[in-house]
Structures are given as C-alpha cells and as structure tokens.
C-alpha cells in the first residue's frame, strides 16, 4: 500500500457483500502481526466487516524503532500515516465505496483520533482499546465520528485519561452525540485476562455495524 509516498505491508480483508472497512492502528512498537488486533480483526470479518491490519512504520522505521523507541510514541508520524491510509482506502478501486471506521490501540488511538479529525467526512466511526486518546491533543475537539473508547477496569490510570479525552471532545458532546466510554470489568492494559478480550470483540462489532453497517455510503 502506497501511503504518502511511503510503502507499508498490511492484510486486506474483504468479506462478501461488506458496507465497511475498519483500518487498524497498533501502538507500541506493535504490528500487522499483533495477536490481539488480529483475534479482533478476525472477530470484525465474521461479523462481515471488512478490516486492513498494516503497519504503520516501514521496515526500516520499525527495525531502529526496536533499539531507540523513538517511532512509536511519534503521534504526528503515525497520524500522517493512518491519514495517507485513509486516502488510500477511498481511492482504491476495491474499498472506495466501503464506509470506513478506525480500531486504535494504545498510541495508535490518539492517531485514530487525529485521522479522524483531518478526515472528518471520510471516517465514519472510531473504536479506541486501552487506548491514549489525551494524545490527540488538539485535534479532540475536532473529531465528529462516533467515537468508543474501552478501556480495562483495572487500567487506572488510563481511565483517568480516557475520561479526561472524553471531555475535550465537545463537539459530539454538544450534538448529543459524545464519546462513549466502556469499562471491561477486571481487565488491565491488555486485555489479557480470560474472557476481556472477547467483551472488547463484542462492543467493537456492536459500534461498528451500528455506524458502518447501518449507514449510507
């Protein structure tokens, strides 16, 4: 995928008859090899949503990203990117005509949430998991897609910056329509406890097929 001039790897899935796309993007250091954004990707094409699970670094990006860190926690790289990949996804003769959502984890959900802003008519819904959404920063006030932020009911601290994004976020507020935030009991960052991860599945396909399924092209 030619994203801004740059070319990333990513898996492209396409169920039969699918209204919708939902473009993954990881945190952390983390890829289209992610175990848990592919149980979920797996979970959403079941469902009948079509997903894209790409990285977001090139190969050479994520091998001196592996030694210094410094990729992953570049907000606005990753942002530009998702952004590229949204153009991308709208012009592409396969996907152009699919509604499109957005399924951010850790960092890759305050650039979720910045790909929505500068594509306000393109992006359509945005699921955030133990997300940074208070990364976004600015761009908060700006987003107008639905917005689900799920985070873990042992993940203090990150619930305390979930609500504190949540509240930036005025324009949904104002139109009836804010942000939503869903708290999986006993589940830490990662979702890893037995069973948390099936409950992010289930809020993720419930948003998505009620803002990409549902709706007009």
Known sequence: MDAAGEQLEGFLILPPGTRSLVLFAHGSGSSRFSPRNNAVAAELNRAGIGTLL????????????????????????????????VDWAARSTETAAL?????????????????????????????????????????LPLVQAPTLLVVGGNDYQVIELNEQAAAQMERLQREGNGPQLAIVSGATHLFEEPGTLEQVVGLAIDWFVRYLEKVSG
């Open 54 to 85: 790409f990285d977001l670094l090139t190969a050479e990006e994520h091998r001196v990203d592996e030694i210094t860190r410094e990729y992953r926690f570049d907000i606005g790289l990753l942002a530009r990117r998702l952004a590229a990949a």
């Open 99 to 139: 509604n499109i959502g957005l399924f951010g984890s850790s960092t890759g959900a305050a650039a979720s949430l910045i790909a929505a802003a500068e594509r306000p008519h393109m992006v359509k819904a945005v699921v955030s998991r133990g997300g940074r959404p208070d990364l976004a920063d600015s761009a």
